[in-house]
């Protein structure tokens, strides 16, 4: 593969109320037994992608507990690997990442020491599959500066905290709202860009004398006219999970056979750090319908179109529906959750009530664990 | 020089022939065991856990699931730059060249491969036990009693005691004796087939016996450490420990885990035990399915019903279907509308729509009814059962069998198809 990847894992987002709090969105939790940024990662490494950098700001700390090792997704490799580029403190720069073309500038040393003409740069919040050979075989054969993965949303999708796109018949970008209230198209970026190297360097550079810090408005809008910007229409599965209906929608999609069969089936597969739990166990008192398990989870009772994590016990006499549990909860007996997502590592006691009416309820309690 | 204090090597070139149609593949450490995992997980878990980080495996009968399972050792945190797991097959040398003749001759062959290390003491095990045991601690019990070699034995049941190896150890547990399965036993202590040596001791008594045919730990090597006068010491050990050498041995194990509390729990966080899983998504339970009473791995589909049963990773059931006390392996594929109680289906095999196994009277096995009884049906890895046909008890079924096989659509109790090379 004649490119580097980079994945954009800094971000934080207030639409992802108290879940952000514990950990960056490109470490959610998602599916049962992956995070978030597996799929961007993954989607690199089968792409035959050799070098991937992953930025990383508010939050980090549980994601590069995740990126510890990068064996899981075949990184482990002499030639490249896995880079996770933190904020830090040079002789010459004092800042945080100020956005988006930034934090690429404050490691544009290491864009330019990579060899690979191409870069791939994607978020880390996005849950998808895609080959990056094929982008970039359109890329080659448009002759385009800068190629942009972009998706037709649903007529009555919300796209104001998307990129919106208008193209040309040539499928030339002609138009490029960043997060507008009211869009004349229902194209959108799905924040996955392909361009020379050499090419994101000068902009970058460009840009940074400028004091201009975004990729989307200081780069991608400003040059639209005077550089050929091209939208890749991708068309398979594709969610961003940084609002909390977003975040809960992407998990539930799981549980339909097509999305289970194109992620969990069908080759390639979506890679992850591999935590060495037991089988999930079932006792007398379960009764589990239309529901994704992850492995270590222990039930004693009722689960209905659900999405329960690793390790997650399961008290008798529960009823848990419509629910996101993320890891290693511990459910104590008697204890009805419903339209809510319960965040990792809590302990909810016995005999609780935990419902979301109009929209989901996020539950954490802090508690002390149960000692069992 | 590199020196390591004790390194392990581990005996998993055995056939396991008593677990039938199981093996006629993949060597029995290789077999699937608890859902997820190999029986070879346990031993090498323990190793990792013992804090022995160098680990020689010595294969012989049917490797390639094996070496593709262990490969550099990553699951076991056994890929080091020193050290590490080492598969050891029989090779050829310029005299003469033979396979694995016994337990004790396979460990003569690769003589070289522990001077490596250089240990102070070898520790010797075998491939095909459940349980989990801290090396270190029976390593202590070792260094203390001065012994020259150390053998773990579990108290058993008096009247089960002529299945095994007896030890007779005095108060101090030094050994004075040994019985080979004796009528009359005179101790309940049996050999767990696990031995502390120092290296020094093994080796003199390797290269003194090597001319002994299909030498042998047990019937030879402990005898004559025993009767050169060198320190023998019985490590008492009272954990879980379970020989899963037959199909009804195997089959218990396994519905021991799906108690409430099982005494062999892997639920616990301080002895992990690890395997190589390349399949990680979650498992999914249809809005029909009913589960109770078992346990199942990752990414199996489940849309009918399943009770008491051990399930193993990427299995579908499909509708309408009733699974009862049985186990079944990894990626194997169950249509809709089948029964099956107490069986044990092996790797990717594929059962048709509306088969029943495991029905009506028990009757032994024609074949051998020492291995295929239980009342079980045993299904070896990447069968084909057509749809439509019924199968009884104490029954084998290897390769891809077709409707013609099944006189009027049945297979009757203490029936075998053994189809070979089907699959090829």
């Known amino acids: ?46 792409s035959h992608i050799q070098t991937v950098a992953v930025l990383t700001q508010y939050n980090a700390r549980s994601l590069n507990e995740h990126l510890s090792s990068s064996k899981w997704w075949d990184f482990g490799r002499k030639h490249g690997g896995l880079f996770v580029f933190n904020p830090t403190v040079t002789a010459d720069n004092s800042w945080w990442y100020r956005g988006t073309a930034d934090a690429m500038y404050q490691n544009i040393s290491f864009l330019k020491r990579c060899h690979e003409p191409y870069v791939i740069i994607s978020s880390g919040d996005c849950v998808y599959k895609i080959d990056f050979n094929r982008v970039l075989d359109y890329h080659i054969e448009k002759k385009a500066d800068i190629t942009v993965v972009c998706k037709d949303m649903a007529p009555e999708a919300d796209l104001s905290r998307f990129g919106v796109i208008r193209m040309n018949e040539d499928a030339r970008v002609i138009e490029f709202e960043e997060k507008p209230m009211v869009s004349q198209s229902n194209t959108i970026s799905t924040g996955i860009y392909i361009m020379r190297r050499r090419q994101l360097i000068e902009m970058l550079e460009r840009s940074a004398a400028e004091d201009r810090w975004d990729f989307v408005t200081d780069i991608l809008i400003r040059y639209k006219n005077m550089k050929r910007i091209y939208g890749y229409k991708f068309s398979d599965y594709w969610n961003n999970i940084a609002t909390v209906d977003s975040y809960y929608q992407t998990n ?77 909860v511990y459910i104590g007996d008697n204890t009805h959750i419903e339209n809510c997502i319960v965040e990792s590592r809590d302990t909810l006691k016995a005999n609780t009530y935990y419902c979301g009416d109009k ?10 664990r149960y000692v069992l | 020089m590199v020196q390591k204090e004790m390194i392990a090597m581990l005996l998993a070139g055995g056939q396991g022939s008593r677990l039938g149609v199981l093996t006629a593949k993949v060597a029995k450490p290789a077999v699937a065991f608890g859902g997820k995992y190999s029986i070879i997980d346990f031993p090498l878990s323990n190793c990792i856990n013992s804090g022995i980080d160098t680990v020689g495996v010595l294969t012989q009968y049917q490797p ?38 016994g337990t004790a001759n396979a460990i003569y062959q690769n003589i070289t491969y522990i001077e490596n290390y250089n240990p102070e003491y070898v520790l010797i095990l075998s491939g095909d036990h459940i349980y989990k045991m801290d090396y270190e601690v029976m390593l202590d019990f070792h260094k203390e009693k001065h012994a020259d070699v150390t053998i773990a034995a579990m108290p058993v049941p008096l009247e089960e005691a002529s299945r095994f190896g007896i030890v007779i150890a005095d108060k101090d547990r030094k050994i004075q004796e040994f019985e080979e399965k004796p009528e ?26 090597k001319d002994q045919s299909g030498c042998d730990f047990g019937k030879h090597i402990i005898p004559y450490c025993h009767d050169k006068g060198q320190n023998l010491y019985a490590y008492e050990y009272n954990g879980y420990w379970k020989d899963v050498g037959t199909l009804g041995s195997y089959w218990e194990a396994n519905m021991e885990l799906i108690d409430l509390i099982p005494v062999f729990n892997l639920y616990e966080e301080y002895w992990k035990i690890y395997t190589k899983s390349d399949i990680i998504a979650p498992q999914y339970l249809s809005s029909d399915s009913v589960v109770e009473r078992s346990i199942i791995g990752e990414g199996s589909e489940i849309y009918g019903q399943v009770y008491n049963s051990v399930i193993g990773s990427g299995v579908v059931i499909g509708n309408g279907t009733v699974v009862r006390d049985s186990i079944i392996m990894k990626n194997t594929k169950i249509e809709d509308h089948v029964t099956i109680n107490k069986s044990i289906i092996a790797r990717n095999c594929q059962i048709g729509s509306s088969v029943t196994l495991g029905t009506g009277e028990e009757a032994p096995n024609r074949l051998n009814a020492e291995i295929y009884s239980f009342g079980l049906v045993t299904i070896g890895e990447d069968s084909v059962i057509p749809e439509g046909v019924s199968v009884g008890k104490n029954t084998a079924i290897a390769g891809v069998t077709e409707t013609a096989d099944y006189p009027d659509g049945c297979l009757k109790s203490g029936e075998v198809i053994i189809k070979a090379g089907d699959s090829l």
């Open chain 2, 184 to 209: 009359h036993p005179r101790s309940n202590l049996a050999s767990m087939g696990i031995y502390i040596f120092n290296w020094s001791v093994l080796k003199e008594a390797l290269c003194a016996m």
């Open chain 1, 359 to 368: 929209a989901i309820k996020i539950v954490f309690e802090n508690n002390e």
């Open chain 2, 64 to 101: 390639l699931r094996l070496n593709s399972h262990i490969g550099i050792g990553i699951p076991w945190d056994l890929d080091r730059n020193s050290g590490g797991v080492t598969v050891l097959p029989p090779y050829e040398k310029s005299d003469n060249s033979e396979w694995y003749t």
């Open chain 1, 252 to 328: 539930m999609d799981f549980l339909k056979p097509d999305v289970r069969k194109y992620f969990f089936r069908d080759e390639p597969r979506i890679y992850s750090k591999v935590d060495d739990l037991p089988p999930a166990k079932y006792n007398t008192g379960s009764d589990v319908r239309n529901s994704l398990i992850a492995s270590g989870c222990i039930i004693n009772s009722k689960v209905e179109n659900s999405v329960l994590f690793k390790k997650v016990f399961v008290g008798k006499n529960c009823v848990i529906k419509n629910s996101v549990i993320l890891n290693d």
């Open chain 1, 1 to 46: 593969m004649k490119a580097i990847g980079i994945i954009l894992a800094g971000g934080n987002n207030s639409r992802m109320q108290e879940l952000s709090n514990k950990r960056a969105i490109a470490a959610m939790p998602v599916g049962g037994s992956y995070r978030c940024i597996d799929f961007a990662l993954s989607n690199m490494s089968n």
